[in-house]
């Protein structure tokens, strides 16, 4: 059990458009979903928490106008990335957690984003 | 006093060996400590998790020690093996009533020789 898929798991994109993430939890209810950053050989950055029909959360020097966070219902969060830039290419990792423990986060595959 | 420090970066390991990865933390209100294993462009796996009420939890080759008063805790992998080769992390979070925040330490990449 535990199961969080996203969508699309790459995609290339030409600079200034905007790009839309999709995470869903498979398998059980994700009453909090959190969105990762992960440059190459390094960490998991933090960029923002949701909660289900609340506005997400942004971790500091992540800009809330240029990665759209939108946490519709409890098994689904979506981050759309706005006029993307070079800079902004990167792997982008959601993580849900549920009612039953919520200490517990469950990773999504991830969805690499090359922006041209 | 949110960090979470990881040793070491990269470890190497015969087939068979015990590979050992440690992790301190600072802040005192941290109360569930998971370690992750992630293989390359893929998402992080939870491997094991323990909470600062035991010392030491074991599921099959992997097993976790903590140390409440020295802030430390640290991944064993016995009997290591070439498919163990990956990179572990491991995080710290404090307990809420939904949604607990990890932080997570710097990865170590370990490679397991055949």
């Known amino acids: 059990g535990a199961v969080v898929s996203q969508h699309p798991s790459w995609v290339i994109c030409k600079s200034g458009t905007s790009v839309k993430i999709e995470c869903r939890s498979l398998?059980?209810?994700?009453?909090?979903m959190f969105w990762y950053r992960q440059f190459p050989k390094q960490s998991l950055m933090l960029m923002a928490t949701?909660?289900?029909?609340?506005?997400?959360?942004?971790e500091q020097g992540v800009e809330k106008d240029k990665f759209l966070i939108n946490h519709a219902s409890l098994t689904l969060s979506t981050l759309t990335v706005t006029s993307a830039h070079p800079e902004d290419s990167s792997f982008y990792i959601c993580?849900?957690?549920?009612?039953?423990?919520?200490?517990?986060?469950?990773f999504g595959p991830g969805t690499r984003l090359t922006v041209l | 006093q949110q960090q979470v420090k990881q040793s070491p970066q990269s470890l190497i390991v015969q087939k068979g060996g015990i590979s050992i990865i440690n992790c301190a933390y600072e802040?005192?209100?941290?109360?569930?400590f998971p370690w992750y294993q992630q293989f390359p462009g893929k998402g992080p796996a939870l491997l094991i998790a323990?909470?600062?009420?035991?010392s030491e939890k074991k599921e099959g080759r992997f097993t976790i020690s903590f140390n409440k008063s020295a802030k430390q805790f640290s991944l064993h992998i016995m009997d290591s093996q070439p498919g163990d080769s990956a990179t572990y992390f491991c995080?710290?979070?404090?307990?809420?009533?939904?949604?607990?925040?990890?932080?997570f330490g710097e990865g170590t990449q370990l490679t397991v020789n055949p």
């Open positions: 993580s849900a957690s549920g009612d039953r423990d919520a200490d517990e986060q469950f």
């Open positions: 398998d059980f209810q994700a009453t909090t």
């Open positions: 949701s909660n289900e029909g609340s506005k997400a959360t942004y």
């Open positions: 802040n005192t209100a941290f109360d569930y």
């Open positions: 323990i909470r600062p009420d035991v």
């Open positions: 995080a710290a979070s404090r307990r809420r009533t939904s949604g607990s925040r990890l932080t």
